[in-house]
């Protein structure tokens, strides 16, 4: 039995709570809605998977497959049945609908871990007591690690339980080679035979930068979407969900209700699924959107033939030619998705001042692939949306190129900027709350942006009217400073000047740029 160590170190304690990233944590209430396994689905798999759990070993799981086979889904379920079977040590689920950061990975882990096992919070809290730098961005995972995982756990190296740490979608990591430094920091580092037995499950997408991360031994996993199973699983999905619209829509299919859809109909969107469980969600989202009638969206679905079932992209086109300006609504929808990071649907439509019409519309047409919770957070269905907008290969007449997408942004951001006003910048100036995102962002955009005649307008304008209110008002703010000598230097590259006025606007912003420097 674990004892709760009394704590004297509050401070410390409270440290370690306020660099948590919650939205790594599994059932965060910042994930919902969660993603987990319908009731009588993946039986076999999940059953698979237990039973390399139970094992008196350190053998540790990697689960992959293509984007859409419901890796989440699973790494979700299993956490939740370990939690119940009090197993769970820890989780991370990686996320870009999230603006995770990489140094809170490790302690995020410890305070799971000081959750879990009450004895050894006392021995982390010590930890970050001795080292005021253990919790800060530049201190090294390997010493994290050591301190507030490694070292604490050995105090529960007699348990004959074994435990779980669950790495969800490790492909939206950060970058290549941080994956394959996690990989590798865990799984060696729990390995040690003065630790508790710990088991770690990772999911991810097939990538060689990963298999080649993992170590030998690792008990490997494939998801396929033609596997007879998930076939089968995702015809079950199907039919529950079909039959659950048909049930609540008495006012379309009466009561009781008539049968729906015909066989072949179904058969039809079984094929199309394939083994693809994100294609049957959002195809099940899309036919029983509020406002529309089931069988109609159903025939918008079915209307084209399939060669090859699974075809995530061609649902994507078919949802976005429902739209009634699909043009207008994928460069929207691209510029949500290249967002630095997510924005609440209150941000979104200050950000998108202009287009507030444009914005609403978009997430009506495509909310079987955007999720508003009703609380204002907006962010899309699946990472494979991004996949698809971002490869003009995938997304054809859709796809809105990266310079134009920035673009967008980059005006957006200078125009939020330039309409606030003497008093509002000000108030947002001196303000101890973080700038708003358009203060933060609109530089980033700007270097990446296609240096259109609109853009210039709006640069103009900002060195004009609001540079100077900057230079005058802010508190020496770093971040503003980067900003304007981000801006400057991208200005001053061969594809912005093009003309004289082009020129005017590269002097103010390196006249703005040492003026600030001299205050700060």
Known sequence: MDFTHPSSSSGSWNCLCNVVEYSGIFDSESRQPHSRCMENT??????????????????????????????????????????????????????????QKVATIIPTIAYQLALAFPRIRGDIVKAIENDDSLLSDGKSHADQMRELVIRPLQTLK?????????????????????????????????????LPLIHVIFTSRPEVHIHAAMPSGVHEILLTTRDKDTIQDVRFFLRTSLDKTRTIRPAVFGQPPIP??????????????GGLFVYAAMAMNFISTAGHHPQERLELLL???????????QLYREIIEASKDPLAHCRMLASIINLRHPLSLAELQELFYMDKRSLAMMLEAFSPV???????????????????????????????????????????????ITRQGSVRTHAILVSPLPYPYPYQMWDIHLRSAYP???????????TNESLQHWVQTSNSNLTLLESIQGARRTCLSLKWIRSPSDIVVAWRLHKGSKKFAKRY
């Not at 259109?452 to 900002?462: D, G």
Request: net charge neutral; hydrophobic share 40%.
């Open 260 to 273: 729906w859809p015909s066989e072949d109909e179904f058969e039809t969107l079984v094929f199309k699924a």
């Open 452 to 462: 259109s005649s609109k853009l210039r307008n709006l640069l103009s304008r900002f």
């Open 303 to 313: 209307r084209k033939k399939s060669t090859v079932g699974a075809d995530i992209d």
């Open 370 to 416: 955007i999720l508003n919770d009703g609380a204002g957070h907006i962010e899309i269905y699946h990472t494979s949306l991004r996949d698809f907008m971002n490869d003009p290969s995938r997304s054809k007449q859709y796809h809105i190129d990266a310079p134009h997408t920035h673009e967008h942004l980059a005006c957006c951001c200078l125009d939020f």
């Open 158 to 194: 007699f348990r004959e339980e074994s435990y779980v740490i669950i790495i969800d979608a490790l492909d939206e990591c950060f970058s290549r080679e941080e994956a394959a430094r996690l990989v590798a920091l865990l799984t060696v580092t729990l390995s040690g035979p003065s």
């Open 42 to 99: 993946r039986v076999a798999l999940r059953r698979s998977i237990t039973q390399v759990l139970d094992q008196r070993d350190r053998t540790n799981i990697w689960l992959n497959g293509l984007a859409g086979v419901g890796k989440t889904s699973i790494a979700f379920t299993i956490a939740e049945e370990m939690k119940s079977a009090k197993r769970l040590a820890a989780t991370f689920f990686f996320s870009h609908k999230h603006a």
